[in-house]
């Protein structure tokens, strides 16, 4: 039997010795769970983003989720979805914004008014049936477009140069004083599959 490694801190113990213990002291289903809860634990801690030599969750995807935003700032993230109701789009407002706050045990939380108006809001630009283009209040030359595809299902893009891409993920290197009432940004990143090609690729603009 090929041994399976798997490291907690600084030690590592082989799942093929540790196995044949815990199917001697548990029922098989029990076993197959335990097993999976390592694997996909193992699995989650290493979907990380780094940054600044700041190690960055990665937010569990959900079916409405668009793309999420990071600061140097600290590790709490932003989440930008759509905004259904019963199934249905919210055109007047169509994409909905939390915070995940993971330096609290990852509360979730709403935005705050101020939040919206000076920082992590979204300016809707315009709307032509199912396609929306708009902003956010702290990066306002870049152009966004909400999209529903072939596939029916909505996307962010983006072309920050010539490589237009389905956004993933914004990154923001705030400068010393950065978010107050306003933004005080060094630089964005940006982070998603390119059309064309399918590839990851990412982007850093200066403001």
């Excluded at 989440?79 to 019963?86: K, W």
Aim: aromatic residues 14%; charged residues 25%.
């Amino acid at each position: 039997m090929k041994a399976l490694f798997l490291f907690f801190g600084n030690g590592a113990f082989s799942l093929s010795l540790f196995v044949p213990y815990i199917q001697t002291q548990y029922k098989p289903k029990l076993v197959i769970f335990f097993l999976l809860s390592i694997l996909s634990t193992d699995q989650l801690l290493s979907q990380n983003n780094k940054e600044d030599g700041i190690e960055f969750p990665v937010p569990v995807y959900n079916a409405n989720q668009l793309f999420y935003l990071q600061r140097n700032e600290n590790i709490n993230t932003l989440v930008y979805e759509l905004n259904e109701q019963n199934g249905s789009l919210n055109t007047k407002d169509p994409i909905h914004a939390f915070w995940i706050l993971y330096a609290k045990k990852s509360q979730r939380q709403e935005l705050t008014e101020i939040e919206k108006k000076f920082a992590y809001g979204i300016k809707i630009i315009s709307t032509d049936k199912e396609q929306y283009t708009f902003s956010l209040i702290s990066c306002p030359k870049i152009g966004l477009q909400l999209v529903k595809d072939a596939d029916k299902k909505y996307h962010v893009y983006v072309t920050p140069y010539k490589q237009q891409m389905i956004l993933q993920r914004i990154y923001i290197k705030v400068k010393e004083g950065g978010f107050k009432l306003e933004p005080n940004v060094e630089y964005i990143e940006l982070k998603g599959t390119e059309v064309i090609t399918g590839k990851e690729i990412t982007e850093r603009i200066k403001p």
